[in-house]
Each structure stands twice: as C-alpha cells, then as structure tokens.
C-alpha cells in the first residue's frame, strides 16, 4: 500500500510530532508506535463515524453541490474573496462532501479538508481533479496537523453538530498561522418559543429511524417548496426553500437527523474569538436580503440562519 498523500502534513494531536507510516499494516503511527490511524481508501482516518454517522449518510446520498451558488455562499459566510486564495494553505474544518474544499482549489488554495464523517469519501471524488486537495478523517478537536501552519482555516455550519461547540472552535482556532484569518458559521440562537418548539421536535426526530426520516424529509422538501410556507412557518420550523429539491430533502435531513445541534448567539461567537486571541473582528451580513428578511434577521426569527464571525490572528 501507498503512503496516504497527506502524510507529510500529519502530526500527532498532542505533541505535534511527525506521524510514521507502516506500509504493512496500513496503520498510521506515534513515535512511540501506538497506533493513531488507519488508511483506508487513500485516506487517512483518526476516527470512526459515531454519533456524526448521519452526515456520513446525507453527504453521500445526496448531491447539493452547485459551483456557482458554492462560490457565492463560500464568499458570503467566509469574508473571504476567491481570488485571494490563490497560493494560500487553507484548511475546511469540518468538509462534509467537499463542496467548498473543491472551490478553494479551484480557486489556486492548497487544502487540507478535515470530517469526522466518511462524508470525506464524497469530497475526495469531488476533488479528485485537484492534487492540491487532500482530505482526513478526524475529530475536530484533535486534528492530526501542525499548530499554526494555516494562512486561513473556515468552518461552515460545523461545529455546532459536536457535544461542545466551544471546544471545537477552541481546537481549530490554533491551526492558524499568527496574521492568518479565521471564518466561522453558526447556528443563530431564535426566540425562547422557537427554540423550545425546534427542541421537542428534534427529540423525536433524532431517535427515529432512517426508514421514517426519510419520507418525512421529503414532506419537508415539499412544504419547502410551497411560498407560503417560507413567509409563515419557516418562523417556527426550519424548511429549506432552495430551488432544487434534492438539496431540499438534504436540507431536512440535516437539520432533524443529527444528535447534537446548538444554537449561538453573535456575541457569544464574538467573544470565543477575542479569547482565543483574534482581533480586527467582523460580523458578516446574511446572504438574503430585503425589508422582511432583515427584519426577522435582526429578530432572530428565522429557523437555520446564522451567527457568522471572521478575524485576524494576532502575529
């Protein structure tokens, strides 16, 4: 067997030290020679599915990618122009399938794409024409790289899928290089009512079976479609009004599967920046416009919309 691609870039989560390959077994080492990781399929893998085993499923099953909407949505959420990525060393915490991962590689970036899902699979075939993207599987909070090798590290709608969000952000913040940037999407926290409704809803959603969430996903896909539903009930309940239905099915699916989903407020967001040492601060605006939308917005009132932050690394 091949050594992984990325093995040069592998370090140990504790103590940064250079990880050994052993061809024979196909295991990734310690200098100690504990066992770390296995490679399986070309990539490197620190992690098994667990409680994330959903997005496994989701980023394989469907097919949401859209270069143009994914250009326009990396650029809204990131505050980061696609034409500055060119030559820079980027890392996309928490990948799911890939989809921007493959336009920052598009865009020149060599990058490094991390998920605690097997949703890596997909994005390693999205990117299969780019040499320059490479991707892990591994926990967010243990990420098998250098400290301080990035000159821009994202997250979109990621961390808040984790036991402890805090932690994530914590962990990913310090693979930043100091006077590199640091973009991160949340999930905005709604009025008490909301999020006592959203709360009650997915306790059930969550311990169902993929066998009725299915069906039930493809109902939402349908409200989702339907305009009325979008001005009214998309204030209580979180339905998905993009254009293509597969992503509205995807859309459902990702909001009522997962087992952890919490929702942050912008000076909440904020202020894990500052602590961790970020400065030139920046709340970047939501991608939809207009009277109503910015009125429910400032409100929080809109089911899935998000508290978005990007800041400088002190040098």
């Excluded at 990525?85 to 991962?101: F, I, T």
């Excluded at 599987?137 to 250098?146: M, N, R, Y």
């Excluded at 808040?160 to 640091?182: E, I, L, Q």
């Excluded at 989903?261 to 920046?282: K, M, N, P």
């Amino acid at each position: 067997m091949d050594a992984p691609e990325l093995l040069a870039d592998l370090r140990h989560p504790v103590d940064g030290s250079v990880l050994q390959w052993d061809a024979a077994q196909g295991v990734l080492l310690a200098s100690s020679g504990d066992v770390l990781g296995h490679v399986v399929d070309e990539i490197p893998r620190f992690v098994s599915d667990e409680h994330l085993q959903s997005f496994g499923d989701q980023w394989n099953r469907f097919k949401v990618a859209h270069d143009d909407e994914d250009r326009a949505t990396f650029e809204a959420k990131t505050g980061m122009s696609l034409s500055d990525l060119n030559g820079l060393r980027v890392l996309d915490a928490g990948c799911g399938g890939g989809r921007y991962s493959k336009i920052c590689g598009e865009a020149g970036a060599t990058v490094v794409g991390v998920d605690h899902s097997r949703a890596v699979d997909k994005a390693r075939q999205l990117c299969s024409h780019l040499g320059h993207v490479k991707f892990a599987q591994g926990d967010l909070k243990q990420l098998p790289l250098e400290r301080g090798s990035f000159d821009f590290v994202f997250s979109i709608g990621v961390m808040h899928h984790d036991s402890n969000t805090r932690a994530v952000f914590d962990a990913v913040a310090p693979m930043v290089k100091p006077g590199g940037r640091y973009s991160v999407w949340l999930y905005r926290k709604n009025q008490w009512w909301q999020e006592l409704l959203n709360s009650g809803l997915r306790s059930v959603t969550t311990r169902m079976p993929q066998s009725l969430l299915r069906p039930l996903c493809h109902v939402g896909a349908v409200l989702g479609g339907t305009p009325v539903v979008n001005r009214s009930l998309n204030k209580i309940v979180n339905f998905s009004a993009h254009p293509s239905y597969e992503n509205r099915v995807c859309d459902t699916f990702d909001w009522w599967a997962p087992e952890y989903q919490y929702h942050h407020t912008v000076e909440e967001l904020q202020g894990w920046f500052s602590e961790a040492g970020f400065t030139d601060l920046r709340e970047l605006p939501p991608e939809k416009t207009g009277r109503f939308y910015n009125w429910a917005y400032e409100n929080n009132l809109l089911i899935g919309s998000g508290v978005n932050v990007t800041g400088i690394r002190r040098s």
